[in-house]
């Protein structure tokens, strides 16, 4: 089964906005207690964008702030990120993940994940050009 799968990049030119969508099976969003977004440009580490616990308790990457939304979606099962103000560092990756529940302990998100992340989608590219 394929748990979680993103939708909504593609091209976007500078200072535009982007809407990123990431549908989990139901299972993968009941059990999880965290999910998040990741990125990873060509050449580059995957770093963290943003997270989202159980309660609704959010965590930006510092790049993120005043720019970027994390939400959740709970008829739907899809968590959603919205990007503005995007720019050419914002090239990349973009991949959803869930923690899945209690599992191998992890520190994510200035701890606000406390699991590693369990389960991955194929994630989805954005590119920034004018």
């Known amino acids: 089964e394929v748990e979680l799968v993103e939708s909504g990049g593609g091209s976007v030119q500078p200072g535009g906005t982007l809407r990123l969508s990431c549908e989990a099976s139901e299972r993968t969003w009941k059990l999880s207690f965290c999910m998040a977004w990741f990125r990873q440009a060509p050449g580059k580490e995957r770093e963290e964008v943003a997270g989202?616990?159980?309660?609704?308790?959010?965590k930006l990457a510092s790049f993120a702030k005043n720019r970027f939304t994390i939400s959740k979606d709970n008829d739907k099962n899809t968590l959603i990120l919205e990007m503005n103000d995007v720019d050419s560092y914002d090239a990349a990756t973009y991949t959803c993940?869930?923690?899945?529940?209690?599992?191998?302990?992890?520190?994510?998100?200035?701890?606000?994940?406390?699991?590693?992340?369990?389960?991955w989608g194929r994630g989805t590219q954005i590119t920034v050009s004018s």
């Open positions: 989202i616990d159980a309660d609704g308790k959010i």
């Open positions: 993940a869930a923690d899945g529940g209690p599992g191998r302990q992890g520190t994510w998100f200035y701890g606000l994940c406390p699991w590693d992340f369990r389960y």
